[in-house]
């Protein structure tokens, strides 16, 4: 009974593939988020939803396309890869009262 | 906009050791305040946290005081352990309508038995 569930956990790709990361969560939260963290741990907001809708929309490169199908999944497509997307990509879901973050296990893309 | 600032790691303590890891923030509003901790290889989960002036959130032997004279949000430990070994997230939420949650840039604590 995952809270947030990411697939893959490890992403190995070629530069210019086009790669999709999922996430899913079962704590009925109505936002979502999607967050970059690099080699030097540091965390950066990409997007976030609430309730399907897009409220958070970082300076974030437009190869980057988030999707929701419904407001317990938050799915990423990353277009034409390059080496710089290498990083380890978090997804996450908020509590509406108390605005605490539940994360994934996040999915360590690496593009070669 | 809002931003929070952290002491540079890495943090090496013996066992037992007190732990002190700085944190302030620049917000507009009353943020909510947290702390989060990532084990390796793990994602980051909720330490503690408080949401108003004066407020000390507490877990796990951790705490953190709310202090908004200061804008600090400092975390602490009386004796660590082994097992804290990690990295510790500080970070508001602003009190604006979206809930975008702003990290510093997180300090990597080491402890040697």
């Known amino acids: 009974d995952t809270a947030v569930s990411q697939t893959p956990k490890y992403l190995v790709t070629q530069m210019g593939n086009d790669k999709s990361i999922k996430c899913e969560q079962n704590?009925?939260?109505?936002?979502m988020y999607w967050y970059k963290q690099d080699s030097k741990k540091f965390l950066k907001i990409m997007f976030s939803y609430n309730n399907k809708e897009l409220i958070i929309n970082e300076t974030v490169p437009n190869r980057f396309s988030p999707k929701s199908p419904d407001k317990a999944h938050l799915n990423l497509h990353i277009n034409s890869l390059e080496l710089g997307d290498s990083a380890v990509y978090f997804c996450?879901?908020?509590?509406?009262?108390?605005?605490?973050?539940?994360f994934g296990p996040g999915t360590r893309l690496t593009v070669t | 906009g809002d931003s929070v600032t952290q002491m540079e790691g890495p943090v090496t303590l013996s066992e037992e050791a007190f732990l002190t890891i700085n944190c302030t923030y620049t917000a507009t509003g009353y943020p909510s305040l947290f702390w989060y901790v990532q084990y390796p290889g793990e994602g980051l989960q909720l330490l503690l946290k408080a949401t108003k002036a004066d407020d000390k959130g507490s877990n796990k032997g951790f705490e953190a005081t709310y202090r908004k004279e200061t804008t600090s949000f400092h975390l602490e430990k009386g004796s660590v352990q082994v097992s804290d070994s990690a990295v510790y997230f500080c970070a508001l939420r602003d009190s604006g309508g979206y809930q975008k949650v702003t990290f510093g840039t997180g300090t990597k604590l080491q402890v040697i038995p």
């Open positions: 996450a879901s908020s509590h509406p009262a108390t605005y605490e973050q539940y």
């Open positions: 704590l009925g939260h109505d936002t």
